[in-house]
């Protein structure tokens, strides 16, 4: 019986059957060559295995530890963003709806530009009441009415916008047109300077326009015009409120 | 099993700290570079890592060489591209010389150092190469290297059978070059 190169390998790695192992072994004791070549690759293992250098290699294995300490970082977050993803878009929610709610009830009473300009779009430019009638009419529905002199009121009209009693004038005088926002209570404008040093009147700017801010017996009065504001406060010094 | 699910990583480490050096050890070999080493390593504890908990629990070693080695096969042997020596099929493997020789092995190979032997290895021809690593340094079975290499367990017989004449023959040279001696 012959025996390859292959086989005797196999024997000395013990990767041989019982029975393969059993013929070899008997091949083994009547052929000295064979004998030799099974010494020969037994002897190479071990010198290979012996020799073999062990590796140092600490530096790489911390690289590795800190590798997975990243990793572990990065599921964390992946877990947590996961996990309770549903809980994160419902917290940004509430806190839109919160942050609106505050702005619209808790907030100073400061009001942004475009609200005002938001609020008198909402009211008629014109009405077909007379000027002694829409007066009358602001009167009843805030206690007073501002009443101007020497400038004409063409139009205007009263109501409620967003639970607020709002009136707006439309007046009129050789320099054109001008509109007056009347609200009742202290309203504050933001983005608004005094007119002038010590001067009653704010001025700031709405619609591409200048605009006038200023109190009279608690109501809020707003003229916006298409003139310097110099020029508004010269108008709302003819503003007398009754 | 339990600590392992409170602490993967921790239990993971304190196994794959101990198989390390055979995880280097072997990227260093089958590499000839530490610094694809050190990559080829490092990429291996991550894979490991991440499918530690699909490991079966029997031979963590011989698990983490099957990483190396696959790793190693797909990734850096192709990355390579150029002609490689363990592009050589079985059938046209280098044939040694005889291992019969009247020299005897211990005074032929005795005055070889590590590192020589380490220079030796890496004349195989990489498919060899990785059989001979497998077996004779890591002390694989021959199932596991099938199962690590992806070859049926009769290549990995040929492989190791051929790669050790290599190898020996490489030593030979070297030990008759260093003066160790005189003919072989």
């Known amino acids: ?242 | 099993m339990l600590f392992a699910k409170r602490n993967p990583r921790e239990a993971f480490e304190k196994q794959a700290e101990k198989v390390f050096p055979s995880v280097f050890g072997t990227a260093l070999r089958l590499t000839r570079s530490r610094e694809e080493a050190e990559d080829l390593a490092q990429e291996a504890i991550v894979r490991a890592y991440e499918a530690f908990d699909r490991f079966d629990g029997t031979n963590f070693k011989a698990w983490m060489l099957r990483i190396v080695t696959n790793l190693y096969i797909n990734r850096y042997r192709k990355k390579q591209r150029g002609p490689q020596m363990g592009s050589l099929d079985e059938e046209n493997a280098v044939e040694p010389a005889s291992e019969e020789t009247e020299v005897p092995d211990r005074m032929l190979f005795d005055r070889l150092v590590g590192a020589e032997v380490e220079e030796a290895l890496g004349k195989v021809p990489d498919d060899f190469r990785m059989a001979v690593i497998l077996s004779d340094v890591e002390g694989m079975s021959y199932q596991e290297i099938a199962d690590a290499m992806e070859i049926p367990i009769g290549t990995v017989r040929s492989r190791l059978a051929r790669g050790r004449s290599i190898l020996r023959k490489a030593l030979a040279d070297y030990a008759l070059q260093e003066g160790y001696v005189k003919e072989v």
């Open chain 1, 1 to 242: 019986m012959m025996i390859d190169r292959e086989q005797l390998h196999a024997f000395v790695d013990g990767e041989l059957t019982p029975e393969e192992k059993a013929q070899v072994e008997a091949l083994l004791d009547s052929q000295e060559a064979l004998r030799h070549q099974v010494v020969s690759i037994r002897s190479m293992k071990l010198f290979v295995q012996e020799k073999a250098s062990c590796m140092v290699c600490d530096t790489e294995w911390r690289a590795c530890t800190l590798r997975l300490k990243e990793i572990d970082k990065a599921r964390g977050v992946e877990h947590f963003v996961s996990r309770y993803a549903w809980g994160l878009c419902g917290a940004f929610f509430l806190a839109i709806l919160v942050g609106g709610h505050v702005t619209r009830t808790v907030s100073d009473g400061s009001m942004r530009p475009g609200e005002v300009a938001r609020i008198a779009s909402n009211l008629p430019r014109f009405s077909s009441q007379e000027p002694d009638q829409l007066l009358e009419s602001i009167g009843s529905a805030m206690g007073q009415t501002p009443v101007p002199s020497e400038v004409r009121i063409v139009g205007g009209a009263v109501g409620h916008v967003e639970n607020r009693v709002v009136a707006r004038m439309q007046l009129s005088d050789e320099k054109g047109t001008l509109s007056l926002i009347v609200i009742p209570g202290g309203v504050s404008l933001s983005g608004v300077r005094p007119v002038a040093p010590g001067s009653r009147y704010l001025t700031g700017r709405i619609d591409d326009l200048n605009c006038v801010v200023w109190e009279d017996s608690g109501l809020a009065l707003i003229l916006i015009g298409d003139r310097s504001p110099q020029a508004l406060g010269g108008v709302a010094d003819r503003v007398a409120v009754r």
